[in-house]
């Protein structure tokens, strides 16, 4: 009987240990870039790099695979990185993928990068938005510009200067191997456990400090995925997409200025102009998303006072969804915003919404009802209303009717009398105007 105790004590004792000790196991975290470098990869990249750095992860994990994207978006991620506290090591992986354009230079500027066998970095010359080739002076101001960038984040990670310079002025090209010889990078390896071998025990300069990278084989890999808001902006940032918001936001408001009283045009090109400006970055992500709820707001309150049919108030739910998809900051609080819970959210705000515009509708239409059986209507409500003459000035041409028991000064084209019957044809100022009946 003893015996039993003791052994299932000391069963209980190590499993606590396992557990414990699996709780404090070494880990690395996991952030995949897999499509253009947009501003939602900027912001993709620097909450990971909070996250992993609250967890205390012992380095972050980029796995890329990119065509390349904006400029401005890898010069953000380059300084998430400076500002980072655990190593970056950015990988280009599996075969075939690409660390190109933009991607080469998030690439140059990691702490430590790696490529898989088969794959290629380089060509980082500049272009349009649209990939157009940009010529004359703009082109050679664009190119030393972000040669010296790329040359200074070189020379900041130690690698070689001259070669990064050629990606963007020469649109050099490099496979895994001629990257390594070149040493735009410090490691080849096939996969994750591959990788794990060659930089366990690699020092690399996390911003003064020397950081001794710890990449045991039984390293936890933590993977941290895109939320809603930045797989949704992710998607609308594709270049040709972003461009296409833009044109189609364009002539949307022109149709609505051409064509005013439409509605539909006016609120889907406001729509489409905001996030053309998020995804090319011309205003931030959270001021954006600011912008959308600021824009829901207020077409909701004017579908109050105009009768769309529901219209702004289906526009004003879009526009609330989107903008707490793309104004709530992970990195900056625990909270998490649900992406069923937005979708509720913009569901439950279309639906009150929409009782309130069917409510003033009603409202509207049962008033001109109203204004229509008992008479009059326009400036005042009382044009069309029946009044009788109480007293007439020498002119013949004004004087004091009586209406709806109240008496009001009048002045009209017709000469009238005490007594006679008028109709009420308009309001100027505290004046009617009248006609015989």
């Not at 039993?4 to 209980?12: E, K, M, Q, V």
């Not at 326009?378 to 009788?388: D, E, F, Q, V």
């Amino acid at each position: 009987m003893m015996n039993t105790i003791r052994n299932s004590w000391l069963a209980g004792f190590f499993l606590s240990l396992t557990l414990a000790s699996s709780a404090f196991a070494s880990s690395a975290y996991v952030a995949e870039i897999r499509g253009t470098i947009n501003p939602a990869t900027a912001h993709y990249l620097e909450r990971a790099l909070e996250q992993a750095t609250e967890a205390n992860a012992n380095f972050l994990l980029v796995e890329l695979d990119t065509p390349g994207g904006l400029v401005s978006s890898v010069r953000e991620m380059a300084q998430s990185i400076d500002k980072a506290k655990i190593p970056v090591v950015v990988f280009t992986a599996p075969a075939g993928a690409a660390a190109t354009s933009a991607g080469a230079l998030l690439m140059i500027s990691s702490h430590l990068s790696a490529m898989a066998p088969g794959t290629n970095i380089g060509a980082a010359h500049p272009v349009g938005a649209q990939g157009e080739e940009i010529k004359g002076p703009m082109s050679d101001k664009a190119v030393n510009d972000i040669a010296a960038f790329a040359r200074a984040m070189a020379e900041l990670r130690k690698r070689n200067i001259k070669a990064a310079s050629a990606v963007v002025s020469k649109s050099s090209s490099f496979s895994a191997e001629e990257a390594l010889k070149e040493k735009l990078i410090d490691v080849i390896a096939q996969d994750r456990t591959s990788l794990l071998q060659k930089i366990d025990g690699r020092t690399v300069l996390v911003g003064n400090i020397l950081t001794k990278i710890d990449a045991k084989p039984d390293l936890v890999f933590q993977p941290i995925p895109m939320t809603l808001g930045e797989k949704l902006l992710n998607m609308l940032s594709h270049p040709n997409i972003a461009a296409i918001l833009m044109t189609l936001g364009i002539f949307l408001i022109y149709t609505e200025i051409s064509s005013p009283g439409l509605g539909i045009p006016g609120i889907l090109g406001g729509l489409c102009l905001i996030t053309a400006f998020i995804a090319f970055q011309a205003i931030p992500i959270r001021v954006g998303g600011l912008v959308l709820i600021g824009l829901g707001a207020a077409l909701v309150i004017a579908e109050i006072f105009v009768i769309s049919g529901g219209i702004l108030a289906a526009g004003g739910a879009v526009s609330l969804v989107l903008g707490l998809l793309w104004v709530v900051d992970p990195e900056a609080t625990d909270l998490q915003l649900s992406p069923l819970f937005a979708l509720t959210l913009g569901f439950t705000f279309l639906s009150g919404a929409m009782l309130i515009a069917v409510a003033t509708s009603r409202i509207k239409k049962l008033s001109a009802e109203t204004l229509q059986r008992v008479g009059g209507g326009g400036p005042a409500g009382l044009a069309g209303y029946s009044a009788k003459v109480m007293h007439v000035n020498d002119d013949g041409r004004s004087g004091q009717v009586s209406i709806r028991g109240e008496v009001w000064e009048f002045f009209s084209n017709d000469q009238l009398k005490q007594n006679d019957s008028v109709i009420i044809k308009n309001v100027n100022g505290l004046k009617l105007e009248v006609q015989r009946s």
